[in-house]
């Protein structure tokens, strides 16, 4: 059956139906000498299950970090296990960027600066990340992956310690932990930078970027429709597994292995 879009047919207006032979979107054209040209639009798989998971599960553990160290205290503990699983997170997500479906792949979104310009010039259309997207995503993971290592390293002298901080010097510590707090600015930059795109995608483009993130769909013209394909279950488990493994070396699991040995016991002369 063909399933409506905007509801009931209203004299004067123009209703968009789902096409039972094609799965298509399709939109009656408003010229009345016109009755048989439509608008179709194809419905396609953009982002993958394992995107999505990563991408609203890293939302919930950044807002989960930031506001545990407000908090302070006790919350500090927790603090260090929220970063332990945004690494964990980074660490799977740069593996399935290369062996994940289609818009997941960074050979797919990361682009050159003549593809940037054409971008900005409008004459770039493609699927998943725009150029512009593409360098908000790189520029999150790289400022998220260097506050989740500077954490592991840093000292607040009250109630954190990461678990390497015993592998480096009282000042370097020191030095890293200022580099991790102040990182959150700029953190936060991107953060409002990305937000700000998505409203403006939204308010002004009309185009809801928020919605195939959650549902994985996006209806789409013929000419674009290219569904994502790839990322089985063999790649799902490689990058699970570089995941887990992260997950393990972010709460410590190497710091024992790297530690230096302790030193000799002084032998007292029994004179």
């Known amino acids: 059956m063909p399933r409506e879009i905007w509801g009931p047919q209203i004299p004067g207006t123009i209703q968009a139906f789902q096409s039972p032979l094609t799965d298509r979107l399709c939109v009656p054209c408003a010229h009345p000498h016109q009755h048989l040209s439509t608008f179709a639009m194809n419905r396609i798989k953009l982002w993958d299950l394992p995107t999505r998971l990563f991408h609203w599960t890293l939302l919930l553990l950044v807002s989960a970090a930031i506001i545990s160290a407000q908090i302070g205290g006790n919350a500090m503990e927790w603090h260090g296990r929220f970063g332990a699983g945004i690494l964990a997170l980074i660490a799977f997500r740069l593996v399935w960027g290369v062996v994940g479906s289609t818009y997941a792949r960074f050979a797919t979104f990361v682009r050159g600066p003549a593809t940037i310009l054409a971008y900005l010039r409008g004459e770039w259309r493609g699927m998943g990340h725009n150029p512009l997207g593409a360098l908000s995503v790189l520029g999150l993971l790289a400022v998220l992956l260097a506050q989740g290592l500077t954490g592991l390293f840093a000292d607040d002298d009250i109630a954190f310690r990461g678990p390497y901080a015993v592998l480096v010097s009282t000042d370097t510590s020191a030095w890293i932990t200022g580099l991790h707090k102040n990182n959150v600015w700029v953190l936060g930059f991107l953060i409002a930078a990305h937000l700000a795109a998505i409203t403006f995608y939204a308010r002004v483009k009309k185009e809801n970027l928020v919605t195939p993130m959650v549902l994985g769909y996006k209806d789409v013209p013929p000419e674009?429709?290219?569904?994502?394909?790839?990322?089985?279950?063999?790649?799902?488990?490689?990058?699970?597994?570089?995941?887990?493994?992260?997950?393990?070396?972010?709460?410590?699991?190497?710091?024992?292995?790297?530690?230096?040995?302790?030193?000799?016991?002084?032998?007292?002369?029994?004179?």
Do not use: F, H, R, S
């Not at 790649?235 to 699970?240: G, K």
């Not at 972010?250 to 002084?266: H, Q, T």
């Open 224 to 271: 674009e429709a290219k569904p994502a394909t790839g990322g089985g279950v063999l790649a799902l488990i490689v990058a699970v597994l570089v995941g887990v493994g992260a997950l393990w070396a972010a709460n410590g699991g190497l710091a024992k292995m790297l530690a230096p040995p302790p030193p000799p016991p002084v032998v007292t002369p029994a004179w």
